[in-house]
């Protein structure tokens, strides 16, 4: 069967995985039996991804980063450079806790900054910007922004990465799309 991806030579591949039609993959990176890789997908250099973890179409991984088993990225995922997951909420090296990993939905077109911590069994909702170093515990609503230690929410963003500021009757325009959104019970959404 033909390859219809690229790899690094440095590059290891296990057995049994999947990798989409069109995805890179770079310098020293390892990709494990068991994982699913969507298509289109470039995954960056030195980057792990483990059995069982999923990724959609045209994800994106920056530099360093681990993907550990439990990870869910849906479509059109941006992972930055050394953004970490967790997969286990108590690890201790003496205990073996692999049967107790647990989910990490990263929903379609999510964005993770460099240096973020994803602390396992959280959701990020569809849209939502996660900046540089911050620190997620918690799940994150579509379209919103969160920075900080621990992430906290300071506003929302558009499909095209613009920060939202909505007028008295809860509507803003992205300035690069001209899309329009709708900030209702405390919840954003495109309306056109």
Same mark, same amino acid.
């Given at each position: 069967?033909?390859?219809?991806? !690229? ?47 999923? +990724? ?48 990490? +939905? ?59 500021? !909505? ?21 954003? !959404?495109?309306?056109?």
């Amino acid at each position: 069967m033909e390859k219809t991806y !690229f790899a690094h030579e440095t590059a290891v591949i296990d057995e049994g995985c999947t990798i989409g039609k069109g995805t890179k993959i770079w310098h020293f990176s390892h990709i494990m039996s068991g994982c699913e890789i969507g298509e289109s997908c470039n995954i960056g250099q030195n980057v792990v991804v483990s059995p069982g973890v999923k +990724l959609g179409r045209n994800v994106k991984v920056q530099n360093n980063v681990s993907i550990y088993t439990g990870v869910i990225c849906e479509d059109d995922v941006f992972l930055g450079p050394s953004m970490v997951f967790t997969n286990v909420i108590n690890p201790r090296s003496a205990i073996n806790r692999k049967s107790e990993y647990m989910t990490t +939905l990263v929903k379609r077109s999510a964005t993770i900054g460099a240096n973020a911590t994803i602390v396992c069994g959280v959701t990020l909702g569809e849209f939502s910007f996660i900046g540089a170093g911050a620190v997620v515990t918690k799940d994150v609503k579509p379209y919103a922004l969160v920075v900080g230690n621990p992430a906290r929410q300071i506003g929302w963003m558009s499909e095209y990465g613009h920060r939202l500021v !909505f007028n008295a009757e809860g509507i803003a325009v992205c300035p690069e799309s001209g899309q329009k959104y709708k900030l209702e019970n405390n919840q954003v !959404f495109r309306i056109d």
